[in-house]
């Protein structure tokens, strides 16, 4: 649970909450009489996607706004210990981007979040299995190639180690290339992609999209300028 955002809270006593459940997030049902102040909002979902997810947002925006909900205490909470609150972590990050008035603030809370969370799906699954250096698809070619030619992955590219990796760790945080999956990987069922962030759907058009998804080798704060210069023209 060390990994839970702050404004997501751990009830052990009852509290005065709205509840939104599931079921295609088509109503919103408030805990006790509309009278008694509401200190937080329970969640319960149990089909997760990205739609579904900004449904809920919407709806969420809608509760905060019209019960005055201190979200610096709780925003949402569990009450269980072993619930699945991956899905409350990215509507808080939702949530959090969107009270940034700032742009480029903005898209680097954004930019920042979603890399973060590749970063720990591909540490906690393994997925790339390096050894040595050698991840497990280039393993697979050390009876054909030169040892060197293997090495480091996805970052030897062009018969070159990327300029910008550094003890074995991106300089740049570069998140296209965080997307990219091999071959390999994508017939073992790896393939992320930005459209698999709901809050990359919320706030991102398509071009933008394809921006996260094509510019490898490319600095943060340069991706974040085309950002910037791509967005929509009335998506604050």
């Avoid at 094509?214 to 009335?234: G, H, M, V, W, Y």
């Amino acid at each position: 649970m060390k990994n839970i955002n702050k404004k997501i809270g751990i009830a052990t006593k009852k509290l005065n909450y709205y509840e939104i459940n599931d079921d295609s997030i088509n109503y919103i049902k408030k805990d006790n009489t509309i009278d008694r102040k509401i200190n937080a909002i329970k969640v319960n979902i149990n089909n997760y996607n990205n739609q579904i997810l900004i449904k809920l947002y919407k709806h969420l925006i809608k509760a905060i706004n019209k019960f005055n909900i201190n979200t610096n205490k709780y925003l949402f909470y569990v009450n269980k210990i072993n619930n699945n609150i991956s899905y409350l972590n990215e509507l808080v990050a939702i949530y959090e981007a969107d009270n940034i008035s700032n742009i480029k603030e903005k898209y680097s809370y954004i930019y920042e979040y979603v890399s973060k969370e590749l970063d720990k799906r591909f540490s906690n699954y393994n997925i790339c299995d390096f050894k040595n250096n050698i991840c497990c698809r280039k393993r697979c070619l050390l009876d054909k190639f030169d040892i060197e030619t293997l090495k480091y992955g996805c970052c030897y590219t062009k018969g070159k180690v990327c300029k910008y990796l550094d003890k074995n760790h991106c300089t740049i945080n570069c998140l296209p290339c965080k997307f990219f999956t091999c071959n390999y990987l994508k017939k073992k069922g790896y393939n992320y992609k930005p459209s698999d962030f709901a809050i990359i759907n919320y706030f991102f058009n398509l071009k933008q999209k394809r921006l996260l998804s094509n510019l490898l080798f490319t600095d943060k704060e340069d991706i974040i300028d085309l950002l910037i210069k791509n967005k929509s023209r009335f998506i604050k």
